[in-house]
């Protein structure tokens, strides 16, 4: 995958490519990156890169030309190296909403060029001539859009073939199946006076494999039932949701004040 980012500030995205995961991958060569500040595609002194809204209103508006002439670059370099048509998105909380199904469709792509935006916005016309996608890490504003590329971009690569040490680790993360994770424990066996469940320690794979899963439907109902209520479940899965309810003693409500509705 060839992910590239148009930023007024490159160094940002070193917090990502110098570390962890992200940091291996690249070095494996299983993605590759390139920055592109618009600052560099303009030629006065000041290096303007914005200015003021028509109609007036507080803050600036990124330009149109500086933006354009970046994905241009950004768009050759990945055609140069085999990419056809790079999708290029643009960070805005009015985006679609980023979540797995955006993440699956996404990572399905050879190439993107990411827009970090800053100010009030961009000029709308850039926005309906050069962009594909408009995405968004949630209902919130940020002061500029590196640190939800930044996001993307790591989204992107964990799921990339060959990136985690255990190929099943992004298939087992929450969301992977619509719900949130179940609960984790490692050594050792008792702390603070609490146990890591027999289950766990039984050998018997079906048997954790079950409790795990109920744990997931559990947890996903306590504190995302949103998730739930948007998936039919199946017979076992329905079984094994009850069988957590009756478990809590708290069949009737999720467990946290404040959050309504069940499967």
Same mark, same amino acid.
């Given at each position: 995958?060839?992910?590239?980012? &148009? ?9 990502? /490519? ?56 950004? &768009? ?36 993107? &060029? ?20 408009? &995405? ?12 939800p ?47 890591v ?19 997931? /439907? ?29 478990e ?16």
């Open positions: 995958m060839k992910f590239d980012a &148009v930023t007024l500030f490159p160094e940002m995205f070193d917090a990502i /490519l110098d570390f962890g995961v992200t940091r291996r991958a690249r070095e494996e060569g299983l993605f590759d990156f390139a920055a592109w500040n618009p600052r560099d595609f303009v030629a006065d002194n000041h290096r303007t890169v914005d200015d003021r809204p028509y109609g007036g209103g507080p803050g600036m508006v990124m330009l149109a030309g500086p933006l354009a002439a970046c994905i241009a670059a950004a &768009v050759a370099r990945q055609q140069q190296g085999g990419v056809e048509r790079p999708l290029v998105v643009l960070m805005s909380p009015q985006g679609e909403r980023l979540g797995e199904p955006l993440v699956r469709e996404l990572s399905a792509q050879a190439g993107l &060029v990411v827009i970090a935006g800053r100010y009030e916005g961009v000029d709308e016309r850039l926005v309906q001539e050069q962009v594909h996608r408009e &995405v968004s890490i949630g209902d919130f504003v940020v002061s500029g859009g590196e640190l590329a930044m996001m993307l971009l790591d989204c992107l690569v964990r799921r990339l073939p060959g990136c985690l040490g255990d190929a099943q680790s992004a298939t087992q993360d929450s969301f992977s199946e619509g719900l949130l994770d179940w609960p984790h424990y490692t050594r050792p066996e008792a702390w603070h006076g609490r146990q469940p027999d289950v766990l320690m039984s050998g018997n794979h079906a048997a954790i494999a079950r409790w795990r899963r109920k744990q997931a /439907l559990g947890r996903t109902w306590e504190r995302r039932p949103d998730l739930l209520q948007a998936r039919a479940l199946s017979k076992e899965d329905a079984q094994l949701l009850d069988e957590y309810r009756s809590r003693g708290n069949d009737n409500k999720p467990a946290h004040p404040g959050l309504t509705g069940s499967a």
